[in-house]
C-alpha cells in the first residue's frame, strides 16, 4: 500500500510538471523561445543577447520564477574556469531578474508549490503572469547599450535579497557589455574588479577572446 501511495504521489507529480511546462510553452514558444532544460526556456532571437526565463526550485519546496538576459559573447565562470555560452542551451543568467530580490519572499503570482499540487488553470495562471512580468523587462532592451542602462538602474535599486553584487557574472558582463557599447575604460574597470573578485587571470585566454570581440562589436556598431 505504502509503495502504491508513492507511486501515484509521483504519477501525480509528473502531470503536475507537465501541466506547468506546458503553460510556460502557450506562453513562451509563439514568442521563439526554446525549452532547453526543464522549466527553463531560451529565445533564439540573432543578435548577441539572449533572453531567459525559467522556474527555479527553492529551499522550502517551491518554485519561483525569474528571467534574464545572457551575452553571448560573454563567458561563464564554472569550477574555477570561464567557459564559452553562445548557444540557446548553453546560455546562463548574466542579467537576473528575480521577484524575490526585491520582496524577500516569493510571491504568489510567480511561484508553485512542491510537490505541483495546483490545478491545472492555477499553473497556467501563474504561467502567464510571469511570463508577462518577464516579457515587460524584455521589450525595454533591444540593444547591448539598453542592457548597460539596466545594468545601471538595478545598480541603483534596493533589495531585500541578492543585489547585482551576490551574482558572481554581475561585472564580468557588465564590463565587457560596456566595452562592446564603446565605453573601454568604464568597462575595463568592471572586468578588473571581476577577477580581483574570483582569482581570474586578466590574461585568461577566454577572457582576452571576449575583449577582442567585445571591442570588435564596438567597432561594427560605430561605424
Not at 73 to 95: H, I, S, Y
Not at 162 to 169: A, C, D, M, P, R
Not at 198 to 203: G, I, L, Y
Request: net charge positive; with cysteine; aromatic share 10%.
Amino acid at each position: 500500500m505504502r509503495e502504491r501511495s508513492a507511486w501515484v504521489r509521483k504519477a501525480r507529480e509528473r502531470i503536475s510538471m507537465d501541466s506547468l511546462n506546458e503553460a510556460l510553452r502557450a506562453n513562451l514558444a509563439p514568442k521563439g523561445f526554446l525549452n532547453t532544460r526543464r522549466y527553463r526556456w531560451v529565445d533564439e532571437v540573432p543578435g548577441p543577447i539572449r533572453r531567459i526565463f525559467e522556474f527555479q526550485s527553492l529551499k522550502g519546496a517551491r518554485y519561483s520564477a525569474r528571467w534574464g538576459f545572457s551575452l553571448n559573447f560573454v563567458p561563464c565562470l564554472r569550477g574555477g574556469r570561464l567557459r564559452p555560452k553562445r548557444t540557446a542551451k548553453a546560455a546562463e543568467f548574466d542579467l537576473c531578474i528575480d521577484p524575490i530580490d526585491e520582496l524577500g519572499d516569493p510571491p504568489s503570482w510567480s511561484s508553485v508549490p512542491y510537490p505541483l499540487d495546483s490545478e491545472k488553470a492555477e499553473l497556467g495562471r501563474i504561467a502567464s503572469k510571469s511570463a508577462d512580468a518577464a516579457c515587460r523587462e524584455f521589450a525595454r532592451v533591444a540593444s547591448v547599450g539598453d542592457l548597460m542602462t539596466m545594468f545601471q538602474e538595478r545598480a541603483q535599486m534596493t533589495f531585500r535579497r541578492f543585489s547585482l553584487e551576490n551574482y558572481v557574472q554581475t561585472h564580468l558582463a557588465w564590463g565587457l557589455g560596456l566595452m562592446a557599447a564603446g565605453k573601454r575604460e568604464e568597462g575595463r574597470a568592471h572586468v578588473a574588479l571581476f577577477c580581483e573578485r574570483f582569482e581570474v587571470d586578466p590574461n585568461d585566454v577566454a577572457l582576452r577572446k571576449a575583449e577582442v570581440t567585445a571591442l570588435q562589436f564596438a567597432a561594427a556598431h560605430d561605424s
